[in-house]
């Protein structure tokens, strides 16, 4: 099924008013709960959008009442009862297994019913966006889900084909935007030499260009593509993808988006070495690129996990709605301690609202 017409399209009900925002807890066993109390508490992100949390009530209580007790008191964290709720309940036998900084089945299946009915409301026109909360892929897998990521699951239930994993995030000393996009995303490391194609390649830059046109207005953009082996193959010598077929790729697509500038295949160990200093210093470096596409997914991660951890954003871009999600994971070696920070989880509030308004004028 094509994706573009559904790329950035409206969604079915008119919008109105501020943006309406599903926000899943995630899996119950990890620090969803926690970062979504903690957002939920700060006004600039509940004044901003019309958001209903979906999961289940009952835990959602229960969490408030022990992060109470746990949190420093000045640590704002949203009373539930003041909450917009789906309630998801859970049977008393999975509520029973349900442990905090544990992940089983029980919390597996709970977090994937949690995303199916985001999911299945937003494509009633509930919502026009879902900010989820992180979920463990393992206990999806031992709840019977077998889907790499929550991604897949929402452009299954979209029915588009095309669809990118990218991660934005603003320096909080700069400004800039670091913005990386995954050509590919949860898979076996010795998968992806063989995963990655100019097909691939293109596809995934046809939907970097596309967003950063529609979303952030950058109609001539530069982006930079990594290479895959150290050096990006030293002319063959270690590894022949880059000579075989990503260099003539490249190389193709210049002459057929001239407009585009195209850097690359860059040595991945020097790629991020601007991006660096546009983060932490100077964002007026000459032939800053606007967008990265990395090859696999730690390539792409480590850098923006490195610079931006506790604040950048994973989007799902080429789904007929907004889907943003914190960078982070279930965190479950901390979960209950009251100490998971919640920046990433507003960061992630405030771009899907951002996100729907954009649509909304388009
Ligand atoms: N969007 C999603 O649903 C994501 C889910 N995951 C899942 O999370 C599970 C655990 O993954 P890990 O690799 O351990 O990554 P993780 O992000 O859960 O934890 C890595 C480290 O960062 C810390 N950390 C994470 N979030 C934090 C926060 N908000 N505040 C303070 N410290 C925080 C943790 O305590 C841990 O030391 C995996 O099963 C993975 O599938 C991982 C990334 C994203
Ligand atoms: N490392 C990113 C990640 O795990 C996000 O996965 P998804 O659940 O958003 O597909």
């Given amino acids: 099924m094509k994706t573009e017409k559904y790329l950035f399209t409206q969604p079915h009900h008119p919008p109105q008013g501020r ?17 979504v109390l903690k957002a ?3 006004e600039q992100i509940t004044q901003d959008a019309q958001i209903t949390v979906i999961g289940s009530r009952s835990l959602l209580q229960t969490a408030y009442k022990e992060l109470r ?24 036998s999975t509520a029973h297994q349900i442990t905090l900084g544990r992940g089983n089945a029980a919390s597996g299946d709970a977090s994937f019913a ?28 031992a709840a019977g889900h077998d889907y790499p990521g929550q991604t897949e699951v929402l452009a299954q239930a979209a029915g588009v084909e095309r669809f990118g994993m990218l991660f934005v995030a603003r320096s ?44 952030f207005g950058v109609e001539t953009p530069r982006i930079a593509i990594s290479g895959l082996n150290p050096h990006s193959g030293e ?29 690359g295949p860059v040595p991945p160990d020097t790629l991020w070495v601007k991006a660096g200093q546009a983060w932490y210093s100077n964002p007026a470096i ?3 690129p606007d967008a990265y596409l990395a090859l696999y997914h730690d390539q ?39 100490i998971a920070n919640s920046t990433s989880m507003k960061a992630a509030i405030q771009l899907a609202a951002q996100l729907v308004r954009h649509r909304q004028l388009l």
Avoid: C
């Fill in 114 to 141: 949690y995303l199916k009915s985001a999911i299945a409301q937003t494509l009633a026109g509930e919502f026009e966006g879902i900010v989820t909360a992180p979920i463990a892929k393992s206990f999806w897998k």
């Fill in 300 to 338: 792409g991660l480590i850098p923006v996990k490195l610079m931006a951890f506790d604040r950048a954003i994973n989007t799902t871009i080429g789904l007929p709605f907004v889907r943003t999600s914190p960078d982070h994971g279930t965190a479950y070696d901390i979960a209950g301690q009251g």
């Fill in 69 to 92: 007790h746990t949190v420093d008191s000045t640590t704002p964290l949203a009373e539930p009862d003041n909450l917009s709720i789906l309630d998801i309940p859970l049977d008393a």
């Fill in 19 to 35: 943006p309406r925002l599903a926000v899943t807890l995630g899996d119950p066993a990890g620090i969803g709960p926690e970062v």
């Fill in 235 to 263: 002319q063959g010598q270690l590894g022949r993808e880059e000579k075989d077929w990503l260099i003539p790729w490249l190389e193709q697509e210049r002459k057929q988006r001239p407009q585009i500038k195209l850097d």
């Fill in 286 to 288: 000459p032939n800053l």
């Fill in 40 to 42: 939920l508490a700060d």
């Fill in 172 to 215: 909080p000393h700069t400004g800039w935007l670091l913005r990386t996009l995954l050509a590919t995303t949860h898979i076996p490391l010795h998968q992806v030499p063989h995963t990655l194609t100019p097909d691939l390649m293109k596809t995934k830059l046809d939907l970097l260009v596309e967003y950063l046109r529609l979303e």
